[in-house]
């Protein structure tokens, strides 16, 4: 089945800092790919739709210059959370559509991110 | 009002037991119904995919849509302590790249 890779598992860093998150599909090409951020035993809140090589679409409300979406291949989306402050502190999950492989959308295993 | 609506729970039940878990919603260009199972701190994995109204079965598992009153439901049949977990339904206008509406989830228990 369609896999989609996601890494860090879990990062810790200082405020003020930048994260990058990778979210590569394995087995498939991914023209698009969504992020996601998930608050705890709060649902997905979609933050931005990934295009390959196209600028990214972002959800009303989300800073785009603080979340900075880079999808420069068919199979590798990079979300990088810049000046990391503590509310930024969430898990972050990306997903894309496997095409090939009938209806779906395959997640990763999201990035639990702590900003101290 | 939000577009989709979930009891967040939380379900606790025997093991054994018929689970039935909801969602409703207020988008009637919704067409396509999914329900996704997640662990705690882990990405969630597609169970169960609908087209418009009807019932699919695969397992144990069952999912009914009702579009004439925008209610989705996911059914589970003698359930596992394997099946604690969280159960987001999710929906789609179209067909292909298009965005996911989440509930909240419901967060489920069963008992051995």
């Known amino acids: 089945g369609a896999v989609v890779s996601q890494h860090p598992s879990r990062v810790i860093c200082k405020s003020g800092t930048s994260v990058k998150i990778e979210c590569r599909s394995l087995d498939f090409q991914a023209t698009t790919m969504f992020w996601y951020r998930q608050f705890p035993k709060q649902s997905l809140m979609l933050m931005a739709t990934s295009n390959e090589g196209s600028k990214a679409t972002y959800e009303q409300g989300v800073e785009k210059d603080k979340f900075l979406i880079n999808h420069a291949s068919l199979t590798l989306s990079t979300l990088t959370v810049t000046s990391a402050h503590p509310e930024d502190s969430s898990f972050y999950i990306c997903s894309a559509e496997n095409r090939g492989g009938g209806y779906g959308y395959t997640f990763g295993s999201g990035t639990r991110l702590t900003v101290v | 009002q939000k577009e989709v609506e979930q009891d967040p729970g939380p379900l606790s039940v025997p093991e054994g037991a018929i689970v039935s878990l909801n969602c409703t919603y207020s988008?009637?260009?919704?067409?396509?119904f999914m329900w996704y199972r997640q662990y705690s701190r882990k990405g969630p994995e597609l169970l169960m995919y609908t087209y418009s109204s009807g019932n699919k079965e695969d397992g144990r598992f069952t999912a009914q849509v009702d579009k004439s009153s925008k209610y989705i439901s996911l059914f589970i049949r003698d359930s596992q302590p394997s099946d604690s977990a969280t159960y987001l339904c999710a929906m789609s206008a179209g067909f292909g790249n298009e965005k996911l509406t989440f509930g909240t989830g419901t967060r489920l228990t069963i008992i051995p």
């Open positions: 988008n009637s260009a919704f067409q396509y």
